[in-house]
């Protein structure tokens, strides 16, 4: 059964560069992340038109609220047909309970719903700024545990934490991982950074890749090249 691990991060502000780029790629190159960005601008109707033409769909909302708000809004994502949708873990327990529960009445249909630990994006002193007192990895394994034990289906950390988290939560516990820049490309706003290749050999399930593809002169191209750095 064919298994992309590239989901590629759709950020664009225009849906023809998006679809532009979709075109050309088949639902076995890779999964498709829908953001905040194009949500924003092209709503639902822009996953369906994705789901429609068979692509499994991230829909990375982040979700963070009161439970009852939480679990309706991964309801609707589940309505949508998304094959993965996000809450934060810092929402707290109550909150991923009841959104893995609005989930079990779509059975085998349900999107795989996992929570977001520390952004890829924060280092050591973004974590002390807002007053946390542990390392990236020690924050990580905090939250990723209350994702676990909520009965989530995975976490969005960095590559970094993949082994620890993989030793101590167990294998079947998904991690997806943005933050990911083949050698030589530029980091952008991204901290916790790890090549393709490593990020996989390190256990991660699933490679978020936004501007190293999208930003690229020729996006096909460089996805392929990415996935031959796979097999
Ligand atoms: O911790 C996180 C959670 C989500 N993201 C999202 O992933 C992509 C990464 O895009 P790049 O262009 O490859 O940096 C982007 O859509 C983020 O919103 C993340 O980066 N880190």
Redesign the pocket.
Known sequence: MNDPKVVV?L?FNKKSDALSFVDKIQPSDCRL?V?KEMFTYFGPDFVKQLTNKGFDVFL?LKFHDIPNTVAKAVTAAADLGVWMVNVHASGGTEMMIKSKQALESYGNNSPLLIA?TV???MGQEDLTGLGINKTPEQQVLALATLTKNSGLDGV?CSAWEAKSLKAQLGNDFKLIT???RPSGSNS?D?KRIMTPEQAIAVGVDYL?????ITGASDPLNVLQQINATLI
Do not use: E, H, M
């Open positions: 991060a950020d992340k953001g990375d977001v952004l890829t994006s969005v943005p933050g990911i952008d991204q978020v890749i936004g501007r190293p």
